[in-house]
C-alpha cells in the first residue's frame, strides 16, 4: 500500500522560505517519480516540479524555476521542496504524488498524499 505524507506547510511573508517535506512507503523509491502539485482556490492543480527517483534529474514549472528546488534522500524515501522568495501567488495547498515517469503532469501520477497548506503574505 503506498503512501505519502506531505508536511512543512505554514503561513510566511513575501520574500521569505519554506521547507516541504514528503515521506513516501510502499513505493519502489529509486525506481519512479515524485511529483509536487498546487491548487490555489479556485483554480486548478498544477505541476511544481518532480524528480526521478532513479537519476536524480529534476524538472520544474516555469513560475518557479531559479526560486524551488527538488531534492531526494532514497535512503530515507523522503523528498523536499525547498521553497526560496516565496511570492503571494505561491499560496496554495501543496501535494505531493508518485509515478513510473517524471513529469509535472498530473494525469501521470498514481498516489497521492493529503495536502499542506502554503500561504504567502504580502
Known amino acids: 500500500d503506498v503512501q505519502l505524507q506531505a508536511s512543512g506547510g505554514g503561513s510566511v511573508q513575501a520574500g521569505g522560505s519554506l521547507r516541504l517535506s514528503c515521506a513516501i512507503s510502499g513505493f519502489t523509491f529509486d525506481d519512479g517519480a515524485i511529483g509536487w502539485f498546487r491548487q490555489a482556490p479556485g483554480k486548478k492543480r498544477e505541476g511544481v516540479s518532480c524528480?526521478?527517483?532513479?537519476?536524480?534529474?529534476?524538472y520544474y514549472a516555469d513560475s518557479v524555476k531559479g526560486r524551488f528546488t527538488i531534492s531526494s534522500d532514497n535512503a530515507k524515501n523522503a523528498v523536499y521542496l525547498q521553497m526560496n522568495s516565496l511570492k503571494p501567488e505561491d499560496t496554495a495547498v501543496y501535494y505531493c504524488?508518485?509515478?513510473?515517469?517524471?513529469?509535472?503532469?498530473?494525469?501521470?501520477?498514481?498516489?497521492w498524499g493529503q495536502g499542506t497548506q502554503v500561504t504567502v503574505s504580502s
Open positions: 524528480i526521478d527517483t532513479s537519476d536524480g534529474d529534476t
Open positions: 504524488a508518485a509515478g513510473r515517469w517524471a513529469t509535472i503532469t498530473e494525469d501521470e501520477y498514481d498516489y
